[in-house]
């Protein structure tokens, strides 16, 4: 074991909470679904990205199901949601507060685990930004929209500098609970300020030249 | 091992070939596929439910890989309505029972083969109710449709009455293939009379209060 | 082990680097992403087919985490091509070229791979096919396309030969790197007359009668 079990859990969580949360808000605002269908994509959007990590270091069943505390926080995220909805003005601010922290306590929390499973530096930074963006991810596929991480260059460019920074004070031996919030704030800072002015990564040089050459010849 | 294998077995081929007529008849209706896509679509609907539960239990490769009987049923219900889709007069009603027929099977055997794999309680009615709807909701998702379990409050929640039911009986120790029959029965039931009388959830207070106040604000 | 780790690495790899080279141009082409989401769209591509490939056979991590190369040439592969994809005057016909260069090699790679790991004749053929078009299926379905293998007959069917003549080889004990670029070549070439003459896979009878029959009740 390469951290203690507390900050990472704790964090855990809190991203597990908060995706539930956003999930939820985000499907009663985008695709106005029933009680079961806001609920169903608040689990998904807070448990999925833990499975697909879980899943990827063969630590099966994943952790989400064997500890109640992550399923029942995922539910009671989405319940809420659903019950607050009418009552927030600026539910799109809401998503996107929630969905940053998700992003950042998930990005440090996969990769801190790929890293207990054996996995090298580069795989369990890969590891923690799968983690980040998988839930996210899955969700808004199955609400039909181009998922986030493909659409904003400053959504998995956050999710890599945590999981980074995690991977680092791991290597150098003082990962614990002060670091894993460092390295979440930096993911938290980065999306937040990314989004305030309008941050983007560079666009293909081919998209920058114009955009009547695109044919349809894909 | 909590149950008989044979209940299990008879209901899961059951609900395969359920599936891969289903699955297929939705390609041929919906999106028009030729045969190979019509097939790899029943397939999917058939096995992928099964796939989930498999991996999420960390029982691989998974059993409908393993036993031939599954992804004959899985290919054969798929051709067979390939080539029957033309003598259907009614496809969407046989679209909807298969369907149904389907969803009970996999809730039952899904949460049972949770059981087995040392689940708890909570857990394994969720995995039953993942192994119902997977199949369905990655079919949905490929041709580009929102899925069922999103749409419709009452597609999880007889699936979730049915997985239910088999936990309980489990636990009660008078788990078999009576009971088995029973919790798909009421798992079939629920989902018929609930698109007969067309029931629903709830739906969010915001979207019931108007449809007006939906900004674009996500 | 039935065959030789050599002629499976070397496939293998050069699969990953062009389906690397093929996602990213299509990310480039269809969705106009910028650099972040053109490399994870490459990366997914070209990594996708191989994940589902070792969950499915339980071998976890994935090779392509464990191993660099994997996930170095499918990063480098994506940034090549949004590097050059202002040269590329046929950018449609390079990213069909490679396509079907990642669809031989990983059909070849995931049928032998599939051997190894225990499964029978027919599984290995299918999960040969499901290597080979699982991450591009993944990629479609993140860019809101149906997927390749559903639309086009003639995509899964070089796939499936590809698989079925690994297997065969292997069953007859005369696999081997000269086998496995053959049985590669038969895909590649099944696909390359597919898409120059127009061949596709025959459709439901219900759409050769007509279209005018396709009601609304799916």
């Not at 390469?2 to 859990?9: D, F, G, H």
């Not at 500890?67 to 601010?93: E, N, Q, V």
């Not at 929630?98 to 090298?120: E, H, K, M, P, R």
Request: proline share 5%; charged share 15%.
């Amino acid at each position: 074991m390469t951290s203690e079990p507390t900050p990472l859990l704790a964090l855990d969580l809190t991203g597990t909470f908060a995706f539930g949360l956003n999930g939820a808000l985000l499907a009663v605002r985008a695709a106005r679904l029933d009680v079961v269908g806001v609920v169903v994509l608040g689990m998904i959007t807070a448990l999925g990205g833990g499975f697909i990590r879980d899943v990827m270091i063969g630590s099966l069943p994943p952790s989400t199901l064997l500890d109640w505390r992550y399923y029942t926080l995922a539910a009671l995220g989405a319940l809420i949601a659903f019950a607050l909805s009418r009552h927030l003005r600026r539910i799109g601010k809401a998503i996107t507060v929630l969905d940053t922290i998700g992003l950042s306590t998930f990005a440090v929390t996969g990769a801190s685990t790929a890293l207990d499973a054996g996995l090298g530096v580069a795989p369990a930074i890969l590891l923690g930004v799968v983690t980040a963006v998988g839930g996210g991810t899955i969700r808004d596929t199955l609400v039909r929209q181009i998922p986030t991480v493909l659409r904003s260059g400053l959504y998995a460019v956050p999710a890599l500098v945590g999981a980074a920074v995690t991977v680092a004070t791991v290597e150098m031996g003082v990962y614990g609970l002060p670091a894993a919030l460092g390295a979440a704030a930096a993911c938290f800072l980065i999306r937040m300020l990314g989004l305030r002015y309008g941050l983007n990564a560079p666009e293909p040089p081919e998209t920058r030249r114009g955009k009547e050459s695109h044919g349809a010849d894909v």
